[in-house]
């Protein structure tokens, strides 16, 4: 069988079986692609040392090691599918190990730079909800821009009842994320004119009306491209450089000043919806640096 055809598989496998976003599906076909591509069509049959041949060529061409060590992973989950259906005997990436990966610390923004970007939005109601929503609940952006009617509080009279919203995070994974009165108060604005957003046409608003952010594209809400390049035009009016202004800017903001204001490394991992708490880990380096700074001004022998 073809390596296109047992990709297709493992594909669709990972989206049954696995429940694997689209995003997750796109990323593991392009990485196998390439390395079928990069064989000649003989991954399938592909040796450890031909694979081994096309992580080095990955480093040779400068891709980031986060990147080295994402392509490695899809190649090892193909390679234990064949193993698992019978297709292989072996699998020949167990003893491949990837480039030794850091995270490196996030630029953060600050409160007063968020502050900034807020006031910039004026009188944009969209645009403040959407701000709101990613600052005051730290959503990846793919969670924002799928955001249904459907996962919001609960309203009566106009009231809110609730003020979680529910998130189907990585891997299907539900969470919630409870929202703070600015955004609640930005996310009902929103809600007073989202009508007005809605396509015309039967298809195109049958497509859009569960989404918070409908579009008339073919998803039936808003892109995450579209997300980005708002923000960068934000930034603009804010006078703040956009390239740190994006959507993952803002999560890493909601968390970094969430620990600033006393809350636990556990709690913020929830709230984020990360599987390992070493991922959230990277945010404590603000904490450390506020440590220091504690030390040297307040230690009798810091001096």
């Known amino acids: 069988m073809s390596d296109l055809a047992r990709i297709e598989a493992f594909l ?26 990069y064989l000649g069509g ?27 060590a994402r392509k490695l992973s899809s190649l090892k989950r193909f390679f234990r599918f064949l193993f698992e259906e019978g297709d292989r005997k072996d699998d020949p990436t167990s003893r491949l190990e990837g480039p030794k990966t850091r995270r490196d610390i996030p630029d953060v923004l600050s409160r007063e730079e968020v502050t900034r970007l807020l006031g910039a939005c004026q009188d944009d109601i969209r645009l403040t909800c959407l701000l709101e929503l990613l600052y005051g609940s730290g959503l990846r952006v793919s969670e924002l821009v799928g955001l249904t009617l459907g996962a919001l509080p609960r309203r009566r009279l106009g009231r809110w009842e609730t003020r979680e919203i529910i998130i189907r ?60 390049q708002m923000l960068e035009a934000l930034a603009v009016k804010a006078n703040l450089d956009p390239s740190r202004v994006h959507p993952h800017a803002l999560r890493h903001a909601y968390a970094t000043h969430l620990l600033q204001g006393g809350a636990d ?3 913020v991992q929830t709230l984020l919806g990360h599987a390992d708490i070493s991922t959230t880990q990277i945010y404590t380096h603000v904490l450390t640096n506020e440590l220091s700074e504690l030390l040297e001004t307040s230690h009798p022998l810091a001096t």
């Open 169 to 228: 995070g990585k891997g299907g994974k539900e969470r919630l994320c409870p929202l703070g009165g600015p955004a609640l108060l930005a996310l009902s604005n929103w809600l007073a004119v989202r009508e007005d957003s809605l396509p015309e046409g039967s298809l195109a608003r049958g497509r859009a009306e569960a989404f918070v952010f409908p579009s008339r594209g073919k998803s039936g809400h808003m892109t995450r491209r579209r997300v980005g």
């Open 12 to 37: 669709e496998m990972m989206s049954a079986e696995r429940g694997a976003s689209a995003n997750t599906l796109d990323a593991y076909g392009r990485d196998l692609l390439d390395a079928s591509g």
């Open 265 to 267: 490394l556990r709690s």
């Open 42 to 68: 003989g991954l399938t049959h592909a040796t450890g040392e031909e694979l081994a041949g096309w992580l080095r060529s990955l480093a040779k061409d400068g891709l980031a090691v986060s990147t080295q």
